[in-house]
Nanobody
């Protein structure tokens, strides 16, 4: 069984910072791409940022220059540092990981953590 456990959400004022963490646990060979997605009420889940095993990153345009994604392959963790937060960043943030096992690569999701940015 694979689990992704997120932490670090909360309430912050506009212009502030938050740091989200996600740790993967369970039985698997490794993790390919890890990432963060978010979903606001009435909207579809959208990409925030991804990072490959080798450290190549990809960011959604609205967060470029403000958010930084990083990972620790040895600890199976991924972190999203969010700076200069805006009210539009308010959403539930989900961790995603492509889990590599013997005969498959499957997507797993965390339970989500709420980020609320007040104006």
């Amino acid at each position: 069984q694979v689990q992704l456990v997120e932490s670090g959400g909360g309430l912050v004022q506009s212009g502030g910072s938050l740091r989200l963490s996600c740790a993967a646990s369970g039985s698997f060979f490794g993790i390919a791409t890890m990432g963060w997605y978010r979903q606001s009420p009435g909207k579809e889940r959208e990409l925030v940022a991804t990072i490959t095993t080798g450290g190549r990153t990809n960011y959604a345009d609205p967060v470029k220059g403000r958010f930084t994604i990083s990972r620790d392959n040895a600890k199976n963790t991924v972190v999203l540092q969010m700076n200069s937060l805006k009210p539009d960043d308010t959403a539930v943030y989900y961790c995603n990981a492509a889990i590599v096992r013997r005969a498959s690569v499957d997507d797993y999701w965390g339970q989500g953590t709420q980020v609320t940015v007040s104006s």
